[in-house]
């Protein structure tokens, strides 16, 4: 059996199984999950803590679907469950609705400014949330979408989830001045609510409290990225650093 | 930074990621907190992001990221010690200490904490000093207690 | 002590201890339970062990701290055998009386004996106290029995014979076998059929695998596996080998809270015992089975209790749960498949290997074998711990056992289950407490808590105080449990300052819907029940606190008044020193006055005042 899920399984697992989503019987690779398996097959699901290059911890709790029969149902977050062979999936039951207008609902009372929160939710007909908001000024939804990619992708682990519930927030640690950090930007980039601030003036990228000279093109003399970032690819890729400090254009 | 108090509590484990949470809850009895720069060398030591610490020390209650007390004064509102006068307890605590919960005295003698349970229901309301436990505490004999600890 | 080279010698050891112990040797055993420690338990077994020098005694009756003796209402407790005379409320003062009476003369002290709470009929035998004679211990049976820090006197109980049992005659399948048929669920909250979870992870695929002990107790208001762990941690520990061996386990954690230093103390003793006497590590007494346990401390997070959490606490990260599946049966600790049981579910296991599991399977209800430990506490007179078969009533249990409300106060509800579970009302008195019966009311077993309460409990308060509790321990990782919480939270405190709308009783109950249906795990989806049931069954209270601003019970503090009436009041200021704002003024020997707008209606002045002068409503 195969635990790991991920968004691309065609390739390493071939066995397929058949399942049925909204009484449609189909095909998908054992293994994937089920948000993938749907998409794949058309049926819309919104996420907002979901991307297909990062595994997924189903923390928003908005691609959730209703499984099983009648009435022995129950929701699950399609990004991390599985398919399986003859499981009854429904992607818009009135459970389904429910839960995913609950979810957009208690998002909005919390981050009532967020775009993506607020487009998702009109979708679902809500235009004003009925709980309390906090802070009107709250963009962080708390998807961890930048950690992840931080941790993932980049490799480098600069910030993490820090505290719970009531005081739960994306942090650097001790909420000083990122050591670990080299300024790629990819938080900030991957972020669905542009909650993460960043500056570029003068040559220099400020981020997590801390400056990072940029690099200019040894050829063109365009800034490439900081230059904290170029040494970190040269690190892992075993490269000189001064492969990277020619930017895309002029190589 | 006490390299050698350190490297005591560290000998004791393999140098495991696993480690994480026995080294800081050794630091912590020991240190009466997690101070910073121990930290990043037990990030070192274990191989683990300072991120990764970061999260821990303030997910779990034990660990506290600023100096405690030398008394740990646990006020614990279970659903008994709730209903049975918790809340009066720890106030009587907080007034007679001068804190709030989650706060140490400024001559460094208590900390004042409240906690979920601490299993001795019948008892309630229930207090714990250190290792030593208090029950049916009624609020009166509060300065009675907090002087059996001061020095 | 030997270490057992084989598991003859074991038996013949076992032989030789039991004929070198004399059935009539005097004892005393000091209750040091959770219940009698913060009572000064400790105060008492060291005047014991003084006066048992003074008279000589020393080495003709043997001194022992026990664990839970059961009736905690009643500490500090004492039990003599082999009379099975039980004392209580003893102090030190006491003990010279005892020792002199009783230990020398065979004489009751009648004064220490147990009273009924209606009859006032004095009784001093443990078999004739009704708390105990309606009682059915399989995992307490040894709690006031033995010394929990001897192995011997684990061994001379019974104690390993299951685990001689099954690697003598039993092979892995065969216990599995044994462990479903008796019907076993676990006794932790979920009652999912012990032996099946088993089943599944002996089955999956790999060599290595784990067993965790779940010592987690983070229900306030149940302190069994705390009393089980301090007061007989071996049969935790034969109930894991038991289980490694049908599993396939080799290494096991036993993940106990650091807010219980004795019960780690206790098993850390243990552990080392059964190292020490060959009954864990390499090769168990030429077996050829192997196992080791290791203890983890938990660091303070209610949510470890739930098992995915817990096994990434284990692995050093924070105890954020995760979707499953995979379960931890399948891929678990290290992504490896994992057994997790809480420690009355170990507790059992030897015990039906030892009697089997039709013995077991004939105790309980249809689908809830076997006996369940609760933790009756609040408004009761007899508050402890009991162990009664499933499918007891809960009158039965509050009424027979728990000798009725105390103050003759009348019956209002019985919260179960900790924070996940629901208050149930007086209609209900009379159902047979079950995992499926608790269901059906809006509530659940969990790990056994049971909390009592009468007329001075405030059900909005009450469903209040479990949602706060749970929002400053769930972890924030998933949206319906993070956020709802804190609306929820938002909408009782709005109730209870006297700002509560009838529209937020509708919300309310929407909101506790989609949380169940949506929540990652269980604390999120069963944290509504403590709302929920108190909205089902007490609904009128909530409108009360709504329409009239009024808290019946008096607990809501916004919504009370206090004042002082100048013909009772001596002006003795007990209340102006307790009172933290300075509210209250007068001169001394004069009545005083409390100022209304300063007063933050903390009630401190209300308890310190011992004329009644203190008004409140």
Known sequence: ?251 | MDQERLDTILSRYEGDAADLIPVLQDIQDQYSYLPKDELKVVAQKLNVPLTRIFSVATFYKMFSLIPKGRHQIRVCLGTTCHLRGGPRLMESFSHRLGVEPGYTTKDMQFSLETVGCLGSCAQAPVAMIDDKYFGRLATDKVPKILKLYKN | MPKFESLDHLREYRRQLLARRDPQQLQVLVCAGPGCLPMGSEEVAAAFKEELQAKGLEGKVLLKESGCQGLCARAVRVILRPREICYQQVTPEDVPEIVEATLMNGQVVDRLIYEAPLTGSKIAHKSEIPFYRGQQPIVLRKLDVIDPESLDDYLAMGGYRGLRKILTEMTPEAVIDAVERSGLRGRGGGGFPTGRKWRVCHEAEGEVKFIICNGDEGDPGAFMDRAVMEGDPHAVIEGMLIGAYAIGARKGYIYVRHEYPLAVKRLQLAIGQARQFGLLGSNIMRSGFGFDLKIARGAGAFVCGEETALIHSIEGFIGEPSPRPPYPAQAGLWGLPTVINNVETWANVPEIINLGPEWFAAIGTENSKGTKVFSLVGAVNQTGLVEVPMGTTLRQIIFELGGGIRQDHEFKAVQTGGPSGGCIPKEFLDLPVDYDSLQSVGSIMGSGGMIVMDHTSCMVDVARYFLSFLFEESCGKCTPCREGLRQMLFLLDEIIHGRGEEAHLALMEELCAAMADASLCGLGQSAANPVLSTLKYFRQEYETHIRDKKCPALVCRPLLKYSIDPETCTGCLACVRECPVGAITGLKKQPQELDQELCIKCGLCFESCQFEAVKVE
């Open chain 1, 1 to 251: 059996m195969v635990w790991k899920i991920t968004d691309e399984t065609f390739e390493t697992i071939t066995e397929e199984v058949i399942l049925s989503i909204d009484g449609i019987s189909l095909r998908a690779p054992q293994g994937q999950s089920l948000l993938m398996a749907a998409r794949h097959h058309g049926f819309d699901i919104p996420t907002l803590c979901h991307h297909s290059d990062l595994p997924s911890e189903g923390n928003c709790r908005l691609c959730l679907v209703e499984i099983g029969e009648h009435p022995r149902t129950r929701l699950v977050n399609s990004c991390t469950y599985p398919v399986e062979a003859g499981l009854l999936v429904q992607t818009a039951s009135e459970k389904v609705l429910q839960g995913r207008r609950m979810v957009l609902e208690l998002l909005l009372a919390r981050c009532p400014k967020a775009k993506i929160v607020q487009d998702l939710a009109a979708q679902m007909g809500i235009y004003e949330s009925r709980f309390k908001t906090d802070d009107p000024e709250e963009l962080c939804i708390l998807c961890g979408l930048c950690v992840r990619a931080c941790r993932e992708v980049v490799g480098v682990s600069a910030i993490s989830m820090a505290h719970r519930t009531p005081g739960k927030l994306v942090a650097t640690p001790f909420l000083e001045a990122a050591e670990a950090c080299i300024g790629c930007g990819s938080c900030a980039f991957i972020c669905p609510t542009g909650v993460i601030p960043y500056t570029e003036k003068d040559g220099v990228r400020t981020i997590w409290g801390r400056d990072f000279p940029l690099q200019p093109c040894n050829v063109c003399g365009n800034f490439i990225a900081p230059t904290a970032q170029l040494e970190h690819w040269a690190k892992i890729t075993g490269d000189p650093v001064e492969h990277y400090f020619v930017c895309k254009d002029c190589r």
